[in-house]
């Protein structure tokens, strides 16, 4: 059984487009490996939230997570900030970090770029934080988007030079988990590329049905096909997508050939695919309101967690003062 680690970034509510990339999949993933799943609220640090809003976002993401199906009695679900043995390690591996390297890293960079009066050492080392979190579990596999490749690259830099610099063959150089096929790409509403969280473009699982209706009517559209089996521009082609992933094949099908046909009238379609999303939803939204008001619930679930998630992270890093030369007398 593969340990899989995925570190959850603390903001914005989940969208379609999050739910079907990699959610569903790791919903699955749970079952068939050792999961642990956390929401990485250290990290978040690097863009200076307010308390009020470092709080809410981390419990609105934990929320969705487990509306979602992530099940705490499965995986095993915490918060980076329960766990003070990630900000030991990291401490340690950061004696063994270059800030050539981490300057030359292009997240880093971007952040430069993004956030020119604050560029603080957090951002310098996050590389170094997400290090701790995935090889304090010794974890083989990480799910990552193509953003966070060159952050595992580096992990499995700083695992190898530990064990470089100690002789000891002590932490695996994890890779990433790979969805292949399963990972479905969604479009957004804009007609551009894929669905994310600006404005006009996605469509989060914890809209209410009147949201949901009146961003779909608004999707972009063309001027409608005036040759039979005309080929679709890219923002009809995205409307169908969304159908294929929501809808009824029959719906699909019904629409499909209405366009081929050149008598398809956008706004049924709309009308239509706003209905099967929100018919999609529902279960989602309804979950989320529950679950975001139990306190207790939540409390439970990230205090078990932590508890667990501290049994793996302590003997590491027992190991690990060890290893270092940190010895008992
Ligand atoms: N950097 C990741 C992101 O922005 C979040 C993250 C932090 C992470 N620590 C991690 C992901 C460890 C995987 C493993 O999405």
Redo the contacts with the bound molecule.
């Keep these: 059984m593969e340990i899989v680690?995925?570190?959850?970034?603390s903001t914005g509510k989940l969208h379609l487009g999050n739910y079907f990339g990699a959610l569903k999949n790791f919903v699955k993933m749970q079952h068939e490996n050792r999961c642990f799943f956390f929401i990485?609220d250290y990290?978040s640090l690097t863009t200076h939230p307010t308390p009020d809003d470092l709080h809410g976002s981390v419990k609105q993401v934990i929320t969705e997570y487990l509306a979602c199906g992530i099940d705490p009695d499965v995986a095993t679900v915490f918060l980076q900030s329960d766990l003070p043995e990630v900000s030991e390690l990291y401490l340690l591996l950061n004696m063994n970090a270059y800030v050539g390297e981490l300057e030359r890293t292009t997240s880093f960079k971007d952040k430069v770029r993004l956030q020119p009066n604050n560029v603080n050492a957090g951002l310098l080392t996050y590389p170094v934080l997400?290090a701790a979190?995935?090889i304090i579990h010794k974890a083989n596999k990480?799910p990552?988007g193509k953003d966070?490749e060159q952050?595992l690259e580096i992990t499995r830099k700083f695992a190898k030079r530990f064990n470089h610099i100690y002789k000891v063959n002590f932490f695996p150089e994890p890779t990433a988990y790979n969805f292949g096929d399963d990972l479905v790409k969604i479009p957004g509403l804009d007609g551009t590329g894929k669905m994310g969280k600006s404005e006009g473009n996605g469509i989060f699982l914890a809209d209410p049905p009147e949201v949901i209706r009146k961003k779909v009517m608004r999707a972009v559209t063309d001027s409608g096909p005036t040759r039979n089996n005309q080929e679709m521009s890219d923002p009809i082609k995205n409307l169908f997508t969304l159908m294929e992933v929501v809808s009824e094949p029959e719906t699909g099908k019904f629409f499909l050939d209405k366009y081929n046909q050149c008598n398809i009238r956008y706004g049924d379609l709309k009308k239509q695919l706003a209905e099967d999303i929100i018919k999609f939803t529902n279960p989602f939204r309804e979950r989320i309101t529950e679950i975001y008001s139990n306190d207790a619930y939540l409390r439970r679930v990230v205090n078990e967690g932590a508890e667990k998630a501290r049994l793996s992270a302590s003997k590491t890093l027992r190991e690990v003062r060890e290893i270092i030369g940190f010895k008992p007398f």
């Design positions: 680690l995925s570190g959850i970034r990485a990290h997400m979190d995935i990480v990552v966070q952050n």
